[in-house]
């Protein structure tokens, strides 16, 4: 089963109004925890997308129009990411999406590459999120998940680990998730190092 560790940055919450700024995942053997393959891109943006930005969203990821203006085209990007999926092997049933928000995460994947388009290329349709795998592990423990909170980083600390390199950027969440993931589901037969 390979799990394809996704993380999205963009000029704010609403898919109907704001755009997919950045995009990275990491393919990974969620048995070996072995990485398969790794992406991202800048995708650019026409000055009238980056107009409807949220400033909140741009203080917390630190993008400026300037890295935008200069990014790939969208059909760029889609085209590297169905082609490293098919090289990867990635489909239906033996492959599966994690992310930290997946709702967020597949909304604004979905302006790439839309939802008829991956149904086409048989790619997987379950997002799993990293907060629900936590939830259900700590539910059985103290501190109770409301206590501790569900953002990634109040996860990473639950786990005493670092937290997410600061801006966000998308390839810092992708290497956060997987670190997160490790510690609260685990890759069952990853060698130690």
Known sequence: MLGIF?????NGLNPQKHCILELAY????????????????????PKHNWDT??????????????????????????GAIITAFAQCGIKRGDAVFICQNPS?????FSQLIDPDMQEALDWPYHWLDLASMYWAIQLRKEPTPW???????????AYQLPPEEKPHRAMNGVDHLILCYGAVVGFPHQTPV
């Open 6 to 10: 996704l993380d999205t940055e963009t």
């Open 26 to 45: 990491k393919i990974i053997d969620i048995q070996s925890g072995e990485l398969l393959h790794s992406y991202q891109a800048v995708i650019g943006q």
């Open 53 to 78: 930005a949220d400033p909140h969203s741009l203080l917390i990821n630190g993008f400026r129009w300037e890295e935008v203006s200069e990014g790939l085209p969208k059909e760029e990007v889609a």
């Open 104 to 108: 967020f995460d597949r909304a604004f």
């Open 147 to 157: 206590e501790t909170g569900v953002s990634k980083d109040r996860i990473s600390e």
